[in-house]
């Protein structure tokens, strides 16, 4: 990264996006809204503005700013990210430094420059979300290279690293090509899954898989039953037919019932309770 200021270009390239944004929306503004200025319901712009006008302006932008580097590109997003939370405007960043797409995947150690945002907190729970669609994605895609960077994550002892790995995968499932890699990672993850996140994030993964390659699903529910979450099986399963569903709960439920000792001390807690009962009412 370059350790320069560039405080006052970046401040001008944000009021470029926004004025572009109030432009637009200037008729659901208030008259005295200030142009250079994100409207405090930020809602207007993720309801108003589509994807298809987001990668306009962000091309407007790459214009605007189309002898930047690379690092100061990254310099801006890390920037915006922090002083612009805006899930409308942050997308639009997002594809700003996805147009230097070819430049970003000819080198790998980017990828630690965005494992090393996500560590230090810069995305919330919707942005982490976008970023690993918009910005992850299509490395994971069109790159083996940044397909094995981004599989290490599954093993990575921090929860919000290993959930970006699967949100980055997790579209993946629905491709023939590339479902085995989304059930790779789930297999990873089934390693050390306590967090509901990554509970979750599992189910998310096998869904998608589940949308095509039901296959690819089945032998991965049959290899994997003994150590699945209840909350990744029903979430997996939901594009499965109902008759399915039923199967591979009651075959959880059976692999994963209460040991026998333990079954036996709720049943005799039970007759106790139920003996007190009697005698009270006598």
């Known amino acids: 990264m370059e350790d320069r200021d560039y405080s006052e270009e970046f401040t001008k390239a944000i009021a470029f996006i926004i004025r572009t944004f109030n432009k637009k929306l200037k008729a659901h503004l208030p008259p005295n809204h200030k142009e250079d200025e994100i409207f405090y319901d930020s809602s207007l712009y993720y309801q108003k503005l589509n994807s298809t006008y987001l990668r306009s302006q962000s091309r407007a932008l790459l214009k605007h700013c189309e002898s930047w580097s690379l690092p100061k590109v990254f310099s801006f997003f890390k920037h915006c990210m922090s002083a612009v939370p805006d899930r409308t405007f942050q997308m639009t960043v997002m594809f700003f430094m996805m147009y230097r797409y070819h430049e970003i995947c000819a080198d790998i150690s980017n990828l630690d420059i965005f494992k090393s ?34 599989l290490q994550w599954a093993s990575d002892e921090r929860v919000v690293v290993r959930r970006a790995c699967a949100l ?71 594009r499965m037919s109902k008759k399915e569903q039923e199967f591979y709960l009651a075959e959880h439920d059976r692999i994963h019932k209460k040991p026998v000792e333990h079954v036996s001390l709720i049943r005799m807690d039970m007759l106790e309770k139920s003996l007190k009962g009697k005698r009270l009412h006598k």
């Open 168 to 238: 980055a995968i997790r579209k993946c499932g629905v491709d023939k090509d590339k479902s085995h890699i989304a059930v790779e990672i789930c297999s990873i993850l089934l390693r050390n899954c306590e967090e509901t996140e990554i509970k979750a994030a599992i189910g998310g993964i096998l869904r998608q898989v589940g949308k095509k390659q039901k296959g690819v699903l089945r032998v991965f529910l049959e290899e994997n039953m003994r150590i699945m979450p209840r909350k990744s099986l029903v979430d997996g399963i939901v």
């Open 117 to 150: 945002w996500i560590v230090e907190g810069l995305f919330d729970k919707d942005s982490i979300t976008d970023f690993a669609e918009y910005c992850m994605l299509p490395f994971v895609n069109y790159s083996k290279e940044w397909i094995f960077g981004v």
